[in-house]
């Protein structure tokens, strides 16, 4: 079993930057591949962005592309990788509760087969 623990959400007022991050840790083969989605109460989760681990280009949702980048921590801490999220340019928009996400293969639907308990990010105009 992958397990996933998110941190660094928060509060920050439109135009404002928060760099999010994930500690994934359980068998390599099945966090392959790992990514961010987000969720609005009432809407469903959507993918954001994803990144195979140890190569490959990173893939993004349009509504974030050029301000969010996903980033893998190539210094693995313990035999847990870290994946960051770094948004830019934050927009009332992109208010949600952020989930790290993990799955043996990089799919094109947002695939994922473990997700994390999530992080809050609420953006002010």
């Known amino acids: 079993q992958v397990q996933l623990v998110e941190s660094g959400g928060g509060s920050v007022q439109a135009g404002g930057s928060l760099r999010l991050s994930c500690a994934a840790s359980?068998?390599?083969?099945?966090?392959?591949?790992m990514g961010w989605g987000r969720e609005v109460p009432g809407k469903g989760r959507e993918g954001v962005a994803l990144i195979h681990i140890g190569g490959g280009s990173p893939y993004y949702d349009d509504s974030v592309k050029g301000r969010f980048t996903i980033l893998e921590d190539n210094s693995e801490d313990n035999g847990k990788t870290i994946v960051y999220l770094q948004m830019t340019n934050l927009k009332p928009d992109d208010t949600a509760m952020y989930y790290c996400?993990?799955?043996?293969?990089?799919?094109?639907?947002?695939?994922?087969?473990?997700w994390g308990r999530g992080t809050q990010v609420t953006v002010s105009s």
């Open positions: 996400a993990a799955a043996q293969y990089c799919s094109g639907n947002w695939d994922f087969d473990f």
């Open positions: 359980g068998p390599a083969y099945r966090r392959l591949c």
